[in-house]
């Protein structure tokens, strides 16, 4: 009897290891949003013009408003009469544990799709195509990456411009000392008040950025790149392969009926609002390419 009871004590201790893991394991989206009729939309607060805030309570943009017709499909998809958007505020620093504990479905802003970043997180297909620059106050006299060199540079937390940085240093011996801040906003104020000689970021975001200050001139943006250019995509849950392949094949229908490329000079080519500002970049043949022959890059 003693020997029977344990065994058996054996046999349920050694599925506790196995319920933990499917405790912390998200079920998959497709089916949590069936279920609760509702979509969770990460977003950003001044990422123009991609996720941001401008008279209304709720985020604008060109990230938020393909993650609102990629919903949209979903809807559709499940036979969904309503599906309720709830907006979920992120940062660069906790957008990835947002997304895998469940917090939020998709993200919608700028993010950098990686080969390192993709062993946390999957991507959608690509929406944009950047590289990385930085920004300092013109006063300054900086321009070319060499001119960094013993310089104080600020990167927002949670970025791969942190890694960037650090390659130049290892490889070139530039001695640049790298601070970090929570927010990009914060990181562009860091120069502004002169406590940052510049911002590495990616290089459309700071154009936002420079825009925004209603002072363009007071500012320069490198004239090099830091860091060749690379894709964004919506930031999706690591293996979900169905509610993957509902994203893309939503950005698919956009790309292929030409219906990106009015989206695209909505918010990149016109005045956008809140101040009808134009960041007057017309679409480039890469980012073109991309919608042309758009590439799942979890397949790989």
């Not at 046999?11 to 912390?24: I, M, N, V």
């Not at 240093?169 to 562009?188: C, P």
Request: charged residues 20%.
């Amino acid at each position: 009897m003693q020997r029977s009871t344990l065994w058996l004590l054996l046999f349920f201790l050694s599925l506790l290891p196995a319920e933990a893991a499917s405790d912390d394991a998200q079920p998959p989206t497709l089916e949590t949003i069936a279920r609760t009729g509702t979509i969770r939309l990460g977003y950003a607060d001044r990422n123009v013009p991609f996720s941001y805030l401008g008279t209304a309570p709720e985020p604008i943009g060109y990230s938020i408003e393909l993650c609102l017709r990629v919903a949209d499909s979903i809807k559709k998809k499940l036979g969904l009469p309503e599906l309720k958007v709830e907006f979920v505020k992120r940062t660069p620093s906790n957008r990835i544990m947002l997304l895998n504990d469940g917090t939020m479905d998709m993200e919608c802003v700028a993010s950098t799709n990686t080969e390192e970043r993709r062993k946390a997180v999957w991507f959608s297909y690509s929406h944009f195509i950047t590289g990385t620059r930085y920004v300092a106050l013109k006063s300054s006299g900086l321009n070319t990456v060499a001119d960094l060199a013993g310089r104080t540079v600020v990167v927002t937390t949670g970025t791969i411009n942190i890694s960037q940085l650090n390659v130049l240093n290892r490889k070139l011996g530039m001695n640049i000392a790298v601070l970090q801040n929570d927010s990009t906003e914060g990181s562009f104020d860091m120069v502004t008040e002169n406590r940052a000689s510049a911002f590495v970021m990616d290089d459309i975001l700071l154009r936002s950025f420079v825009a925004e200050t209603g002072r363009p001139e007071d500012y320069v943006i490198s004239n090099e790149y830091l860091a060749p250019p690379q894709p964004y995509g919506l930031m999706l849950r690591h293996g979900d392969t169905g509610f993957r392949d509902a994203v893309n094949e939503a950005l698919g229908q956009i790309y292929a009926s030409g219906e990106i490329e009015r989206i695209y000079d909505k918010w990149f080519n016109a005045p956008i609002p809140p101040n009808g500002m134009n960041l007057q970049r017309p679409l480039p043949g890469d980012l073109a390419e991309a919608f042309r022959r758009p590439v799942d890059t979890t397949a790989e």
